[in-house]
């Protein structure tokens, strides 16, 4: 039953612990070059749009992968001096990190975005929004490619584990 549920569990981490490095590096790569090319009114809308379109998915990627990462980081306490747990633990760190810089980041910026009228006059301000917003994508990518690079080396050392296992039975 553990060893069903530690399988499990290391599907859902990899799974969505990856989609999300890769919904991070679509931003960066795709959509940070249209970003800064668009101009005001173009910008407000896109982010009036999208924020209550991504939000709410991101954060329940946030909530799956700290808790799958948890669940997986448990289930393998007593090889807690491996170098799978050293990786599964910084993979939790790296997510735990990005929740923490989407929240000191991107949330108060998509607010701020988010009241700016498109059709009133263009405020100042909105360029170096713009461009904080898109260096705070960039800090996400080193973030979640770490943690996905991680989850990816625990894969490797937990199948290692269970091969010596199996071995010496």
Request: charged share 15%; hydrophobic share 50%.
């Amino acid at each position: 039953m553990t060893d069903r549920l530690l399988n499990v569990t290391i599907f859902i981490t990899v799974l969505f612990v990856g989609l999300f490095a890769g919904f991070v590096m679509f931003f960066v790569t795709v959509v940070n070059p249209t970003l800064q090319e668009m101009q005001l009114r173009q910008y407000i809308e896109f982010h009036q749009v999208a924020v209550p379109v991504f939000e709410p998915r991101v954060r329940a990627l946030y909530i799956i992968m700290t808790f799958s990462t948890s669940v997986w980081l448990i289930l393998r306490y007593k090889y807690w001096k491996s170098f799978e747990a050293i990786c599964i633990a910084g993979s939790l760190f790296c997510t735990l990190d990005e929740i923490i810089l989407s929240y000191l980041g991107h949330y108060k910026l998509n607010e701020i975005l988010y009241r700016v009228n498109p059709s009133a006059p263009e405020p100042l301000f909105w360029m170096s929004i713009r461009n904080e917003w898109i260096q705070f994508m960039y800090l996400h990518l080193i973030v979640t490619c770490a943690g996905f690079v991680l989850i990816l080396m625990a894969l490797y050392f937990n199948r290692q584990t269970v091969g010596q296992k199996q071995k010496s039975r």
